[in-house]
């Protein structure tokens, strides 16, 4: 078991909004689809890092260093995107997360729990958060590196990018979904 694993298990929505981290707000709701337009705003930035690795002619329109990798920061936008799609949904039902991991557990409690998610997508957002403080952290110790230890450093980043990639476009996709399912606010 993991830090945030067990972060989760002794952790309940109560616990959140008695520290004032998870709040029913009224009003929130109406700030729904602004928190999903900055989700779209990141996934279109995701893209765009993404794409920057592998297009020779952009590179040097942009002017950027060959030694520059975007995969750091397609693990960050992509988490962006995939938690700002989550806050929407808690503000749909009134409510505003001020913590990561308050938010992971309303998710559960609120949707996961009441069969409106899979878990599987609860499971994406939870492992794109490791894997953005995994490559934060890989960003640091970059440096200290030996070039050969580098290189297989930028190999594993760029895999977790691909697959941060696919993964907050299901989700902030699949959030689009829940979002129709459960109505506005006003409903």
């Given at each position: 078991m993991n830090r945030f694993t067990g972060e989760l298990m002794v952790r309940s929505v109560q616990w959140f909004e008695e520290r004032r981290l998870l709040e029913k707000t009224p009003f929130i709701g109406?700030?729904?689809?602004?928190?999903?337009?900055?989700?779209?705003y990141n996934l279109t930035t995701m893209s765009i890092l993404s794409q920057i690795d592998d297009?020779?002619?952009?590179?040097?329109?942009l002017d950027v260093p060959e030694w520059y990798l975007s995969s750091q920061w397609v693990v960050i936008?992509?988490?962006?995107?995939?938690y700002m799609a989550a806050l929407s949904s808690l503000a749909r039902i009134n409510y505003r997360?001020?913590?990561?991991?308050?938010t992971v557990v309303a998710m559960k409690?609120?949707?996961?729990?009441?069969?409106?998610?899979?878990e599987k997508y609860l499971d994406m957002l939870?492992?794109?958060?490791?894997?953005?403080?995994?490559?934060e952290q890989l960003e640091i110790v970059r440096e200290r590196r030996e070039i050969a230890q580098y290189s297989v450093t930028k190999d594993t980043t760029r895999e977790l990018a691909l697959k941060t990639r696919d993964d907050a476009y299901d989700f902030v996709n699949r959030i689009d979904v829940l979002l129709d399912e459960i109505g506005s606010v006003e409903d």
């Open positions: 109406r700030l729904s689809p602004q928190y999903m337009e900055k989700a779209r297009n020779k002619e952009a590179r040097k329109i936008t992509g988490y962006y995107a995939m997360s001020k913590n990561h991991t308050a409690t609120f949707f996961v729990k009441k069969e409106l998610l899979e939870k492992n794109v958060q490791l894997e953005k403080e995994r490559v």
